[in-house]
């Protein structure tokens, strides 16, 4: 059907019960439906998504995987109240931004949300402009596992350029070194996309490593990046 289309038609392959082949085979052929989880069960927490999408983007092409956002304005009685991870707590703006290396998948009833979820939309229509370029590079993980308290994020890298997406979860620190891609002594500048970062110039140490800074926690940058 591909050949016959000229690749205007795709598949969406669901990797989520039954003898499926997941993520391991017919990559090429079309998105994977990667997971199904819900507010309603109390198995949707936001930095468990991100940890899947940044375990599996060592090995996966992450622009092939749909990674979910919830409406999580909802259930909120599901969880406790001393649940610092809790979807509840979590800006809906950065539930949102988790999945940009990804293809997003608005897992909710539209209808359901909250009033003050669709103040996201200029983020999502920003974001559409520069999700094709993000998607040309070869993205990889970077910075700590997430675990809900970490520094984490992603690069997505061409030749001279490429974008970084920088996650800083329930994290105590403002500032964090963060080891890139990027050859040691390499100079940089960074530019915001989206997000709460500023722009700024930088060389990479002995490591490759880079130093970035966010105001809260539970917030992110994506930045466009170049070689200069």
């Avoid at 969880?79 to 809906?92: H, V």
């Amino acid at each position: 059907m591909q050949r016959v289309s000229k690749d205007s038609v795709v598949f969406n392959l669901d990797a989520t019960a039954g003898r499926r082949m997941g993520y391991h085979y017919f990559n090429e052929y079309g998105n994977i439906f990667l997971e199904n989880r819900y507010t309603d069960w109390g198995n949707y927490y936001p930095h468990w998504t991100l940890r899947n999408l940044w375990m599996l983007s060592k090995y996966i092409p992450a622009r092939n995987l749909q990674i979910e956002f919830l409406n999580n304005f909802r259930n909120q009685n599901k969880y406790t109240d001393i649940d610092l991870l809790a979807p509840g707590k979590i800006p809906f703006e950065y539930t949102f931004a988790l999945t940009m290396m990804a293809q997003p998948l608005a897992w909710m009833e539209a209808t359901g949300l909250h009033a003050s979820g669709f103040d996201i939309a200029p983020v999502v229509k920003k974001y559409r402009t520069v999700q094709q370029d993000i998607h040309n590079g070869n993205i990889v993980p970077i910075g700590e596992e997430p675990t809900g308290f970490a520094w984490t994020g992603f690069q997505s890298i061409q030749m001279n350029l490429g974008y970084f997406l920088i996650l800083r979860e329930n994290n105590p620190n403002a500032v964090m070194k963060m080891k890139t891609y990027l050859p040691a002594g390499t100079k940089v500048k960074v530019i915001p996309v989206l997000g709460k970062g500023k722009a700024f110039k930088a060389v990479t140490d002995a490591f490759g490593a880079m130093t970035f800074s966010l105001p809260q926690i539970n917030s992110y940058v994506l930045y466009k990046y170049s070689i200069i």
